[in-house]
């Protein structure tokens, strides 16, 4: 867990990591050469396969208020950032949502919803769907109906797991504005992955209940504002962690910045790290180098050395705190089937189940167990003493675990019948029972040089190994071996073997990787100092055969010291708070017996008759006072023999045993007095002799008996308020049930309010978009001189523009109104009829009118159309084309006045266009040559015939004059006549239009007589 700073500005703030310092030329003084950053630039992958592995993917998990957040973060984005981004919110089942549409006006890349099976792809943002849980498979999603379960989907958490197995290192994760904790177990299956979290400052955040979350789990990156969020992300995607470029640092020289950075973490967290795998190291030094933008090793060495919190924080990071309850389902019932029964089965009812696990982090894992055991119990109808030893390396995780509070999101993991009987539920969150959480003993140990644990049944050590290097294995599964019992089981990952130690374990279950102890020779060869709550423990070595060998020094010591524990020393048992034996040393039988009945370990049950008094005060005193209390000189009576002996009862130090303990003692006096020296003290037949002291002694055996009545009646008193206890707390139980109820319903509503926001925030920006695009069209419509009015399907006014008014008399008021009520001013009497046939046909009506005052215009009606092509009414607009009439009727006048003009000519005249083809000619032209029109229209001047003239000249002449704009004046044709052919004198004039492009070619005629 990152230790929280202090916030800075807006923008800056990092959770547990100081501002960077900036490093301009490093040097390595104690290597003589300037080091070379770990990574460089590379080539970028040509093939498509390499690309899309290498692709950085952003999971963005939002939902309560998290719109607002969304649009802050996509705004700043550029067109082409290089990375995917794959939002995901709480959206109702039903909902359609619109939050691509709001999104687009906000940025500039590409927004698409998820298609099954769609390769992702960069530069593009995608939407999950309503319904649909998303999974990322080799860089294609993957869609499946979200479960209808009654636990919580949690499609956030859901996605982002699904993004760390698919993207490791390149999975980013990002947690905006929210209700609950959604989100949080995919952050930290990302950031186990490799990966980078990035969290919304939780005072920004409209919502802060995911945010918070986050950040409890002390894994996040950045804690930064929307607005910075853009420009952070890419400044880490360029990195050379994220671009995977390679390494062009020499493997030993990166060796040695290793060794030096492990120096620094040792110093400040007092731990080593020098036998962990390189590669897993490299990938988390790499890491923070990215966080922080480094690119030289050299320089996050230096930053290291100058900033104590960012090793914690890279101590923290190195540390695989990620776990969750019941990870492998399969796995908890391949061991509950092969190796849990047996176990359970093979122990006696006073025997306890002793359990270790090694790198319990936050403690999933370790209550796992316990509630397994339990139900393997339960299975079995069977039932011992549970004790759980989970450690870890992390006194802060450790703390995490000893709560036993965990978000809402375990849901996922643990099923309702589980989180029912082992869990409570409270605002939100899920606490275990204190039945279970008093099963197992949480402390801070360091699995390489502290002592380990002793006499276990099973050791759960997984997903640990696979980070530590070939000669820190060699040594851990021989420990591991040597704490287990004679049947005892190890329990590893999936990604973890016993390696070459195959002689110490079987193999019960290769897959998940359950193995038994198998005896060796060498199965005392690591001998640990026992830790000091472990002598509790300590039972009797069992005889045997031992080899004929020589014994370790060690072993040695341990048989010296047992055989003087049963030979010089006292009988004793250990009682905890309530009095109950849990530790037996020496032989008791002449102090405690064996009651009829049903099997009680009460030390006051045990006790014999005379001893009982003297013990129940010795104890109450001895826990009273927390101090020792001696009894001399007590009297039993055994096997018809009276032994006298001094009754010590003395408390058991917390630092050395669990809190509360008690050792009850029964020493031999210093000075032995027996019953017969203390017979002698007395006259011979003194009894027979006083009667008074013979009453006095049956007064006394009376009080005795009066007094034991009086325990009886007190015990008997106990178990009737103990059963009313039980009653009471079975009410309470109902009521904690009820409780569970309303809260399983108040998730509901949130659940359903969360929702409810989401589309509340959508609808209130299309609200706004809408609000938009009704001011632009008002002030469209208004701007606009076509005069429009719109009708429904029963021709009644819904909408007109102000230039309507010149068409109809119409006002505001009259919206609703029939058109037929309504006077027009233009003549036609057809409009009603018109617009009727459109409604039916859905054909479109074109027509020049005339209002009253001779004005023309354009009415144009057509069917109108909604977005899902509905027809609702009809569209009429009526555009002014008096311009166009009055420019219309210009060109015929001026059309006229030519035509008038050339017949007005007498000589043969043709009108030619720029492709010499023959547009008209005059009267005097088809009387001279006798054509009618039909026989020169639209023919080309070479195509005519039925006239003297050679076409050939003509039409060369005509092309050059058009070409070079060379006149034609009097041109004679033919050149040379003949005697007596007709020659005609051709003059051609160019008639330009305003572009002096196109115009017409006059050709004009004059004709000679023949020559003679």
Do not use: C, W
């Given at each position: 867990m990152v230790a929280k700073k202090k916030k800075t500005k807006p923008g800056e703030k990092q959770l547990g990591e100081p501002k960077r310092s900036k490093h301009t030329s490093p040097t390595n003084a104690t290597q003589g050469e300037k080091p070379r950053a770990i990574a460089s630039k590379a080539p970028q992958a040509k093939e498509t396969g390499k690309h899309e592995r290498a692709l950085p993917v952003v999971g963005i998990g939002a939902s309560a208020g998290g719109l607002e957040a969304i649009q802050g973060l996509v705004s700043n984005l550029p067109a082409d950032p290089g990375i995917a981004f794959v939002i995901i919110q709480h959206l109702p089942p039903e909902h359609k949502s619109v939050m691509g549409s709001i999104l687009e006006r906000h940025c500039k890349i590409e927004i698409r919803d998820i298609d099954d099976g769609e390769k992702i792809k960069p530069n593009c943002i995608y939407l999950n769907r309503p319904k649909y849980n998303i999974d990322i498979l080799n860089g294609a999603?993957?869609?499946?109906?979200?479960?209808?379960?009654?636990?919580?989907?949690?499609?956030?958490?859901?996605?982002?797991?699904?993004?760390?197995?698919?993207?490791?290192?390149?999975s980013i994760g990002i947690i905006l504005s929210g209700t609950?904790?959604?989100?949080?177990?995919?952050?930290?299956?990302?950031?186990?992955?490799g990966g980078m979290i990035m969290v919304q400052d939780p005072e920004q955040a409209k919502y802060a209940g995911m945010p918070q979350s986050a950040i409890e789990t002390g894994l996040v990156d950045f804690v930064i504002p929307v607005e910075k969020m853009a420009e952070t992300l890419l400044k880490y995607t360029r990195h050379p962690y994220i671009r995977a470029e390679e390494q062009r640092l020499p493997a030993e020289k990166l060796e040695a910045w290793f060794q030096k950075i492990f120096i620094l973490i040792r110093r400040t967290a007092g731990h080593d790290f020098s036998h962990y795998k390189r590669s897993t190291i490299r990938r988390r030094i790499e890491r923070r180098m990215a966080v922080h933008q480094i690119e030289n090793i050299a320089d996050y060495h230096r930053y290291l050395q100058e900033n104590a919190a960012e090793a914690e924080t890279l101590f923290k990071d190195l540390l695989i705190t990620v776990t969750s309850f019941f990870r492998d389902p399969e796995a908890y019932e391949a061991l509950q089937e092969k190796a849990l029964i047996p176990l359970i089965q093979g122990k006696r009812h006073d025997e306890a189940v002793r359990v270790w696990v090694p790198g319990c982090a936050t403690g999933e894992e370790a209550y796992s167990l316990a509630i397994l055991l339990l139900e393997t119990m339960d299975k079995l109808d069977k039932h011992a003493a549970i004790q759980i030893f989970a450690t870890d390396i992390d006194p802060d995780t450790i703390d995490t675990a000893?709560?036993?509070?965990?978000?809402e999101t375990i849901a996922a993991d643990v099923s309702p019948q589980r989180l029912e009987r082992y869990f409570t539920k409270n605002d939100g969150r899920y606490t275990i029972k204190k039945r279970i959480r008093e099963m197992i003993v949480f402390a801070a140990q360091n699995l390489i040089k502290d002592s380990p644990f002793s006499r276990l049944d099973l050791v759960s050590c997984r997903n640990l190994l696979i980070y530590m290097d070939a000669d820190l294995q060699k040594k851990i599964i021989p420990l591991f071996h040597y704490t287990l019992n004679p049947d005892g089981f190890l329990f590893l990952g999936t990604a973890e073997s016993i390696g070459e130690h195959s002689d110490y374990f079987t193999a019960l279950d290769n897959k998940w990787r359950i193995f038994k102890r198998r005896p060796t020779p060498s199965d005392r060869q690591h001998v640990y100092p026992p830790a000091a709550f472990q002598e509790l423990d300590i039972e009797r070595v069992r005889p045997g055969p031992e080899p004929a060998r020589q014994q370790p020094q060690s072993d040695v010591r341990h048989v010296a010291e047992r055989t003087i524990l049963d030979d010089y020393g006292w009988p004793c048992v250990f009682v905890n708070s309530r009095f109950d034996i849990v530790y037996f040393h020496g032989n008791t039988e002449a102090f405690l017996r064996l009651p009829a009945g049903e099997p009680n370990l009460n030390v006051l049950k045990l006790a014999r008759s005379d001893l009982k008094v003297k013990l129940n005060t010795a104890l109450h005193r001895a826990k009273k006072e927390n101090a020792p209390v001696t009894t001399e000189h007590v009297k039993v009576c055994h096997n018809d023999d009276t032994v006298v002996f001094d009754l010590v009862v003395r408390p058991v130090p917390a630092q050395d045993a669990a809190e509360g303990l008690l050792m009850v003692i029964f020493r031999t006096p210093a000075t032995p007095r027996p019953a017969e020296a203390l017979d002698k003290e007395r006259p011979a037949d003194a009894d027979t002799e006083n009667p008074y002291v013979v009453t006095l002694e049956h007064e006394l055996q009376s009080t005795r008996e009066y007094l034991e009545t009086t325990v009886e009646e007190l015990e008997t008193s106990n178990e009737e308020l103990r059963s009313s206890n039980e009653e009471l707390q079975s009410t309470n139980e109902e009521l904690q049930s009820t409780n569970e109820e309303?809260?399983?319903?108040?998730?509901?509503?949130?659940?359903?309010?969360?929702?409810?926001?989401?589309?509340?925030?959508?609808?209130?920006?299309?609200?706004?978009?809408?609000?938009?695009?009704?001011?632009?069209?008002?002030?469209?419509?208004?701007?606009?001189?076509?005069?429009?009015?719109?009708?429904?399907?029963?021709?009644?006014?819904?909408?007109?523009?102000?230039?309507?008014?010149?068409?109809?008399?119409?006002?505001?008021?009259?919206?609703?109104?029939?058109?037929?009520?309504?006077?027009?001013?233009?003549?036609?009497?057809?409009?009603y009829d018109d617009a009727q046939h459109v409604l039916k046909h859905l054909g479109t009506i074109e027509k020049e009118i005339r209002t009253k005052d001779g004005r023309w215009y354009q009415m144009r009606i057509m069917p109108y159309r909604t977005l899902e092509n509905n027809i609702d009414g009809v569209c009429v607009t009526f555009s002014d084309v008096e311009t166009q009439k009055n420019a219309e009727r210009l060109a015929n006048e001026a059309q006229r006045f030519a035509e008038a003009v050339v017949e007005s000519v007498s000589g043969p005249l043709l009108i030619l266009d720029r492709d010499l083809?023959?547009?008209?000619?005059?009267?005097?032209?088809?009387?001279?040559?006798?054509?009618?029109?039909?026989?020169?229209?639209?023919?080309k001047l070479e195509e005519l015939q039925g006239w003297p003239i050679p076409p050939k000249p003509l039409v060369s002449r005509l092309k050059e004059f058009i070409a070079k704009d060379a006149?034609?004046?009097?041109?004679?044709?033919?050149?040379?006549?003949?005697?007596?052919?007709?020659?005609?004198?051709?003059?051609?004039?160019?008639?330009?239009?305003?572009?002096?492009?196109?115009?017409?070619?006059?050709?004009?005629?004059e004709l000679r007589e023949p020559k003679q």
């Open positions: 999603f993957q869609l499946t109906k979200a479960p209808r379960t009654a636990a919580t989907n949690l499609p956030i958490d859901h996605f982002f797991r699904s993004l760390a197995d698919d993207r490791a290192e390149k609950a904790s959604d989100g949080t177990l995919g952050l930290k299956a990302i950031k186990a992955a000893r709560k036993g509070d965990y978000p309303l809260e399983t319903s108040r998730e509901e509503l949130q659940s359903t309010n969360e929702e409810l926001e989401t589309v509340n925030a959508e609808l209130r920006n299309k609200v706004n978009q809408l609000a938009d695009t009704n001011n632009d069209l008002s002030n469209l419509l208004a701007s606009t001189s076509i005069a429009t009015i719109f009708l429904d399907n029963d021709l009644r006014v819904k909408r007109f523009t102000p230039a309507i008014r010149d068409m109809f008399n119409l006002i505001t008021a009259d919206v609703g109104r029939p058109i037929t009520d309504i006077a027009h001013r233009f003549r036609y009497e057809g409009f083809r023959i547009q008209s000619a005059n009267r005097a032209f088809y009387k001279q040559f006798a054509l009618a029109p039909d026989d020169i229209r639209s023919k006149p034609v004046e009097n041109l004679s044709l033919p050149e040379r006549p003949e005697p007596g052919d007709q020659q005609m004198q051709i003059t051609a004039r160019q008639i330009r239009q305003a572009d002096q492009k196109t115009g017409a070619i006059l050709l004009m005629i």
